[in-house]
Each structure stands twice: as C-alpha cells, then as structure tokens.
Nanobody, 123 residues
Framework: VQLQASGGGLVQAGGSLRLSCAAS????????MGWFRQAPGKEREFVAA????????YYADSVKERFTISRDNAKNTVYLQMNSLKSEDAAVYYC?????????????????WGQGTQLTVSS
C-alpha cells in the first residue's frame, strides 16, 4: 500500500487541524493504520492507531482527549483530528499501515510508511 499524508500547516496554540492520509490499492480496509510524529532532534513517536474496521483505536497518553483517529474505508483515507494543539505537538506527522498490527506503539509495528506532513504550532 502507498500512503500520502496531507493537511499539515501553521496553527495557533489552542487551534485545531485535521490531517489526512490517502492510501492506494484495493486492500486498504485490510490494514490497520497509524500516525507517528517526529520533532527535530527527537525520535519518531507513536501518536494514534486504528484497526482495519475502526473498532479499535489507540492513543499516546500525550494526545488522549485531544486527538481523534478515524478512517473511511470507502475513501481509502485515514484522518487525525487534532484539537487543543500545543507547541509540543509541532512535528512532522507520518501515516503508516500494517496488515498484522496488534496494538503496539513502535515504528517497527508498521510496515508501510508515507511521507510526512509538517505541523507548526505558534504560541
């Protein structure tokens, strides 16, 4: 599966933004999807993930209650709605996919990656 993330930009602290990740291929609905982020000088960190059918979602503690992951299998797209943004949320955000995901939070839990989209948060 090939992934294309979009929707990044400049947002004021406290604001909201929605990222999208469009997937190619007819088997999108068989993949769990995830979002990771990487700030300069830091390791790539888990943000959120969603099961193939959307029944299960997983979040990093740092984004719980603020971010929501969702998917539309008819559109081959996964979303990350980000609310109450903070300066520490600024990073490059990556979407990822895996057919055998079982709830982990490591980059190695996902086999396919898209290019990143930059989120900048101004204070």
């Amino acid at each position: 599966v090939q992934l294309q993330a979009s929707g990044g930009g400049l947002v004021q602290a406290g604001g909201s933004l929605r990222l999208s990740c469009a997937a190619s291929g007819r088997t999108f609905s068989s993949y769990a999807m995830g979002w990771f982020r990487q700030a300069p000088g830091k390791e790539r960190e888990f943000v959120a993930a969603i099961s193939w059918n959307g029944d299960s979602t997983y979040y990093a503690d740092s984004v719980k209650e603020r971010f929501t992951i969702s998917r539309d299998n008819a559109k081959n797209t996964v979303y990350l709605q980000m609310n109450s943004l903070k300066s520490e949320d600024a990073a490059v955000y990556y979407c990822a996919a895996d057919q055998y995901y079982s709830g982990g939070s490591y980059p190695t839990d996902f086999a396919s990656w898209g290019q990143g989209t930059q989120l900048t948060v101004s204070s």
